[in-house]
């Protein structure tokens, strides 16, 4: 999270993302290490510190949560994607706030390249008619049996919105059986009866995990500075 980046922390650009937001009212930085808080106030970021030992982001996102109460509705935004969308972070508080009945929303983006079909770190999602999700998993979804179907293949992106109530009601489930099989939280809902919407989008976001992700990045930054 403080990896320097074209001369910012990480957790600084995508900060500066969501400051980019328009249908947004808060920001918040949730970290369990007073390093990345203490950053974050030299940039000028609120932060809170949460407890070290979370078994996911969600969980983290609901302890930070409880310091808020007067936030309806939360988006749990990864701190290793400097360049997330803005744009999909204002479409996913949109339909929390017009659509109280949905619950939890995220976000799938087309897979034009066939072999990230069948990669394990590529995570799939089918959904409905109403784009409510179906199921997640890391295998081929759906199994193509009939090519003329012209079934097209989606990739689930790491992001999440919640509606205060359910975000509170998740964390308070136990990890399901499908959750821990895929290793896929999101799986959590679903198998608790509760669909996700999924909104549909073009851009990636990718994530900063490796050196060279970061190189490439900063590249990136150089030839097109960030809004």
Not at 40 to 56: M, R
């Amino acid at each position: 999270m403080l990896h320097l980046i074209a001369g910012k922390p990480l957790v600084q650009h995508v900060w500066e993302r969501c400051q980019s937001c328009r249908e947004v009212d808060d920001i918040i930085i949730a970290t369990d290490d007073e390093r990345i808080a203490e950053a974050a106030a030299a940039f000028g970021a609120k932060a809170v510190l949460t407890a070290p030992d979370h078994p996911s982001g969600t969980d983290r996102i609901a302890e930070a949560a409880r310091s808020f109460p007067d936030h309806r509705t939360i988006i749990n935004v990864q701190g290793d994607e400097p360049l997330i969308s803005p744009a999909l972070i204002d479409e996913l508080a949109i339909v929390l706030r017009r659509e109280p009945q949905v619950r939890m929303i995220t976000a799938a983006a087309p897979i034009h390249d066939e072999a990230l079909v069948s990669d394990p770190n590529v995570v799939k999602v089918v959904f409905d008619v109403k784009g409510d999700s179906l199921y997640f998993s890391r295998s081929p979804l759906p199994y193509v049996r009939n090519a003329s179907a012209g079934v097209r293949h989606y990739r689930h992106l790491g992001i999440y919105g919640f509606q205060r109530s359910f975000l509170f009601q998740f964390v308070a489930w136990p990890p399901s059986r499908l959750e821990q099989t895929e290793s896929l939280e999101q799986l959590r809902a679903v198998e608790n009866g509760v669909p996700l919407r999924i909104v549909l989008t073009d851009d990636l976001s990718p994530g900063v995990d490796t050196p060279e992700q970061a190189a490439a990045i900063e590249q990136h930054f150089l030839t097109i500075p960030p809004p």
